[in-house]
């Protein structure tokens, strides 16, 4: 069983900045793809960012321009540079990864909070 443990979640004003981490358990090797979802309160999970197997990545529109995902293959981390943040990026946010072995297999985080605030 693959996890995924998320961390770098906090406090953060509006304009600033935060780096939120996760650590799989498993090679960034094995996954098809990984990535950032958040949930703020009273509205459905959003994809934050994304990055497949090929290294092409994805961005929700409200982040393009701000957000930065990566990937390290030797920490097997997936990474989130969140800058110029806005009070709408306020969520939990979720890391995920998918496999690809004879069928799809999602996991998921246990989610950071962050908020943002003046």
């Known amino acids: 069983q693959v996890q995924l443990v998320e961390s770098g979640g906090g406090l953060v004003q509006p304009g600033g900045s935060l780096r939120l981490s996760c650590v799989s358990s498993a090679s960034m090797f094995s996954f098809n793809a990984v990535g950032w979802y958040r949930q703020a309160p009273g509205k459905e999970r959003e994809l934050v960012a994304r990055i497949i197997d090929g290294g092409s990545t994805t961005y929700g529109d409200s982040v393009k321009g701000r957000f930065t995902i990566s990937r390290n293959f030797g920490k097997n981390t997936i990474d989130l540079q969140m800058n110029n943040v806005k009070p709408e990026d306020t969520a939990i946010y979720y890391c995920?990864?998918?496999?690809?072995?004879?069928?799809?297999?999602?996991?998921w985080g246990q989610g950071t909070q962050v908020t943002v605030v003046s």
């Open positions: 995920y990864a998918d496999q690809l072995l004879g069928g799809k297999y999602d996991y």
